[in-house]
């Protein structure tokens, strides 16, 4: 029998109660408390995320701007669940600061069992944890929205969570919500990809935007995004090795060897020269004739 989406969260859904109880020794019917880093430690945890915290923070902030009037927070975790920055409306924080949904608080599954950060995390997936789908009964209230952020090696770095504590707020919201939550994981994806690779020409390698391939001057792929991963068939977690672009996106090329690599240097010549044969041939330190002949071999367009 074909399994149906709705089955396969269900599934997952069991498998991280049974984690919960089995595997962490939770009680539903305990009234835990997130442990919470403060002062000292959780600003030096802060530090070591400030260049990342520095890129999500204005995406952060536009899904808040778009959440905000159905009275949801956004936070922003590591990769061990602790809670690294928070948006919520002022009329609304103390409420989620009853639920401990502040900067320090630790929810990893470990500590809070079933929950929208610490299931996104043990899981690697984007999840809706609705209510009393909680493992905790006092987090019962809560509707819980998470995606997950992978760094530039492709490893899971952080959790990006919508949370709402409405009684009115129904699985079909979550899922409009679920929707902007995941576009935003991508989207601080891609910006702390591009800041990892600085110097290198961004190639949109698939469907979606975020599927990014980072080139350098030598145009050897050096990274991709998880996205660009999926799409070319590469590991989905490690540093990429350094290999030509087109062997990556598997364009033919008669050219082999350094005749290709000419072949790039000449066309770089003449895009530099907007055309100019023989301000391109003085860039490369030859004559004009013998570029002429250079590029009939390379099947350059002498025009």
């Not at 019917?29 to 030096?44: E, F, I, K, V």
């Not at 608080?105 to 899981?123: F, I, M, P, R, Y």
């Not at 939550?181 to 469907?207: K, S």
Request: proline residues 4%.
């Amino acid at each position: 029998m074909e399994r149906t989406q709705a089955a396969d969260d269900l599934s997952a859904l069991t498998s991280s109660w049974r984690r919960s109880a089995v595997k962490h020794g939770l009680d539903p019917a305990a009234p835990l408390r997130p442990q919470r880093l403060t002062g000292q430690d959780l600003s030096d945890r802060r530090a070591m995320a400030g260049g990342f915290l520095s890129v999500a923070a204005p995406r952060i902030e536009a899904l808040h701007g778009l959440v905000r009037a159905s009275g949801c927070s956004v936070v922003l975790t590591d990769a061990d669940g602790i809670i690294l920055d928070r948006r919520v409306s002022e009329a609304d924080a103390e409420a989620f600061d009853r639920w401990d949904l502040t900067p320090g608080a630790d929810w990893s599954e470990a500590a809070q069992g079933t929950n929208g950060v610490g299931t996104c995390l043990a899981e690697g997936r984007q999840v809706i944890i609705h209510r009393d789908e909680h493992f905790l009964s006092r987090n019962t209230g809560m509707s819980c929205i998470d995606a997950p952020i992978h760094g530039p090696e492709g490893q899971v770095i952080a959790a990006l969570d919508v949370s709402s504590a409405r009684a009115d707020q129904t699985e079909h919201i979550n899922a409009l919500i679920a929707a902007m939550v995941g576009q935003t994981a991508r989207q601080i994806e891609a910006a702390w990809f591009r800041a990892a690779f600085p110097g290198a020409r961004m190639v949109v390698a698939g469907e979606a935007a975020e599927a990014l391939v980072a080139v350098d001057r030598d145009d050897l792929a050096i990274g991709a995004t998880r996205d660009a991963r999926r799409a070319l068939g590469l590991p989905r977690t490690g540093a990429l090795t350094p290999r030509p672009l087109a062997d990556l996106l598997g364009r033919e090329d008669e050219l082999t060897g350094f005749d290709r690599a000419e072949r790039a240097a000449v066309t770089r010549a003449l895009a530099r020269s907007g055309g100019n044969v023989t301000a391109a041939a003085r860039a490369l330190g030859v004559g004009r004739a013998t570029l002429y002949r250079k590029m009939t071999r390379l099947g350059l367009d002498a025009r």
